[in-house]
């Protein structure tokens, strides 16, 4: 599981200044947009750059902070503009808006346990707190 982690995370840094195609899920469902990919933080989230307006990519005033497992929201899939799939996550499952993960125990477990999923034992919040 690790092994394949880690070489998901090093196709994202190979197509950081590229265009990507992002899938996230939250409580809603699922939602697909294009940005520029600026950065990977393993583990934590990606950051992107501008939002696709037509043809165009449109800057936006700031960066956005994509969490890979976050407490409302989490990134199911990272593409090329060519299909191909550089990170997946189909262990994500929101059943409410936001997940209060600093005080509620049960929250917090419950993203942990997405994490765990994903990324091996040892890759709950603790390890990132």
């Known amino acids: 599981m690790e092994e394949i982690v880690r070489r998901e995370f090093e196709q994202l840094r190979g197509n950081i200044g590229k265009r990507v195609r992002i899938t996230v899920v939250d409580n809603e469902g699922e939602h697909t947009s294009i940005h520029v990919l600026n950065d990977v933080d393993d583990y934590l989230a990606i950051v992107l750059d501008g939002v696709e307006c037509g043809s165009e990519i449109q ?12 407490a409302e929201e989490g990134i199911k899939q990272v593409e090329t503009m060519a299909g191909e799939v550089l990170y997946r996550n189909g262990h994500l499952r929101y059943e ?34």
């Open 96 to 129: 409410k808006p936001v997940y209060d993960v600093f005080s509620n125990p049960n929250d917090r477990e419950y993203v942990d346990d997405m994490r765990r999923r994903k990324f091996g034992p040892g890759h709950d919040l603790r390890r990132l707190s």
């Open 59 to 70: 800057s936006v005033v700031s960066t956005d902070y994509w969490p890979f497992v976050g």
